[in-house]
């Protein structure tokens, strides 16, 4: 298991309680996982060849990267070196690098932002004045998770400390800048399964946003997805199309997609891991489907073929915990109001801890599952919740 923070340990102890020897790796040995597997390796999940030589001594059966963007390729270098469940090393890249995909996309046909990547800031700033000539434009690390260094642009005022900003969070180096997309509704934000090659199985939700902290950093994510049925299937199609040309095999599946208001479909992200922010848990809650279970048995080698579509049934959402500004907790207030409707929640914070400020899923706080009664009601609360479940800082 590559990984071992807050959002991977659902998948640590699944594999536990199935029985599995679960091995964690990281370079961070505080990291809260570690404590549920069997052993623990400090060694980077992006290093692949350290990661390779670890799993060659320990002669392993199965390797994941789960909630986790910086690891898969790694995992799906160690299976294609050892002849382990996995897919493509390259397509995996593809899908985990920003700049990469967006080439994949145009250079076969799909619907794409005008983007172009950079690793030299004269030169992006040069393409961002002739972009916002037409459209705001969006600057992107090509390979971070948790949407840091993002940022919006509707002029050049600060290009540079965005640039630098995106390039930070950067492993390879290289800042993605593109034109920014109107959506019409709520940004799709939801977890998939791909099972020789097809997309077996999707579960879509509502992407909510704190405007205030990042506007791009999911603080909550609510199912079902909002928008028409027929839409979603040709999403679907385009999705399992994508899976298709880059010969994607077996896993969980991060999906975003967006769409226009003349309901043009954009696929943002297909990332070849399950989600973080608890989809999996919230989706299995709606679906009865658990896409945690599937990842770690696909890894080694369990037929998952009795995997389905499976239609949504209530109303379930998450909420991650965060401070609008950096600073000292002062206390955590959750109103009466939303309490009967929190069903699960994990508190990682407490009164007299230094915070930052939510611009990044790094500054996640905490977690809740919640359970409405109806999609408006959920709809109400989650583009609200920091007037019911907040952090207050001094």
Same mark, same amino acid.
């Given at each position: 298991m590559l990984g071992g923070s807050h959002f991977q340990i659902p998948a640590i102890k699944y594999a536990k309680s199935a029985?599995? @020897?679960?091995?964690?790796?990281?370079? %961070?040995? !505080? *990291?809260?996982? @570690?404590?549920?597997?069997?052993?623990?390796? *400090?060694?980077?999940?992006? &290093?692949?060849k350290k990661v390779l030589q670890l799993a060659e001594k320990l002669k392993i059966d199965g390797i994941v990267s789960y909630a986790s963007d910086p690891g898969a390729p790694a995992a799906a270098y160690v299976a294609e070196k050892?002849?382990?469940?996995?897919?493509?090393?390259?397509?995996?890249?593809?899908?985990?690098?920003?700049?990469?995909? /967006?080439?994949?996309?145009?250079?076969?046909?799909?619907?794409?932002?005008?983007s172009a990547s950079f690793i030299n800031v004269d030169e992006a700033q040069q393409f961002a004045v002739e972009r916002l000539q037409c459209n705001p434009i969006i600057v992107k690390p090509a390979d971070s998770s948790g949407s840091k260094g993002v940022t919006k642009h509707f002029t050049i005022v600060d290009f540079e400390k965005s640039f630098n900003d995106a390039m930070s969070f950067s492993l390879a180096k290289i800042v993605v800048i593109e034109d920014f997309i109107e959506k019409a509704i709520y940004e799709m934000d939801g977890d998939g399964f791909v099972w020789q090659g097809k997309l077996a199985f999707r579960c879509f939700g509502n992407q909510h946003n704190d405007i205030e902290c990042n506007p791009y950093v999911p603080m909550g994510i609510s199912f079902p997805y909002i928008q028409e049925k027929p839409v979603q299937q040709k999403a679907h199609d385009i999705i399992e199309s994508i899976l298709t040309k880059l010969n994607m095999k077996l896993g969980g599946l991060n999906i975003e997609y967006l769409t226009d208001k003349n309901a043009n479909i954009y696929i943002l992200e297909i990332g070849p891991r399950s989600g973080g922010n608890l989809i999996p848990e919230v989706i299995k809650l709606s679906t009865g489907v658990d896409?945690?279970?599937?990842?770690? !048995?696909?890894? $080694?080698?369990?037929?998952?073929? !009795?995997?389905?579509?499976?239609? =949504?049934?209530?109303?379930?959402?998450?909420?991650? %915990? @965060?401070?609008?500004? &950096?600073?000292? $907790?002062?206390?955590? =207030?959750?109103?009466?109001?939303?309490?009967?409707?929190?069903?699960?929640? *994990?508190?990682?914070?407490?009164?007299?801890?230094? $915070?930052?400020?939510? *611009?990044?899923?790094?500054?996640?706080?905490?977690?809740?599952? %919640? /359970?409405?009664?109806?999609?408006?009601?959920?709809?109400?609360?989650?583009? /609200?919740?920091?007037?019911?479940?907040?952090?207050?800082?001094?």
């Open positions: 029985g599995y @020897h679960v091995i964690t790796a990281d370079y %961070l040995p !505080d *990291n809260p996982g @570690h404590k549920y597997s069997d052993e623990y390796y *400090n060694v980077s999940t992006t &290093d692949e050892l002849s382990l469940p996995g897919n493509p090393y390259e397509s995996v890249k593809i899908l985990q690098r920003k700049d990469l995909f /967006r080439t994949f996309l145009k250079d076969n046909g799909f619907l794409v932002p005008v896409l945690i279970a599937y990842s770690v !048995d696909s890894a $080694v080698g369990k037929d998952c073929s !009795d995997l389905k579509m499976v239609e =949504t049934e209530g109303f379930y959402s998450s909420y991650i %915990l @965060h401070a609008k500004r &950096d600073g000292i $907790v002062g206390s955590i =207030t959750i109103t009466d109001e939303i309490k009967p409707k929190i069903i699960q929640q *994990n508190i990682l914070i407490k009164p007299g801890d230094k $915070v930052n400020k939510f *611009n990044g899923s790094n500054n996640t706080l905490g977690t809740f599952i %919640l /359970r409405f009664s109806s999609q408006d009601e959920m709809i109400y609360y989650l583009d /609200r919740m920091t007037n019911y479940i907040f952090v207050n800082v001094v």
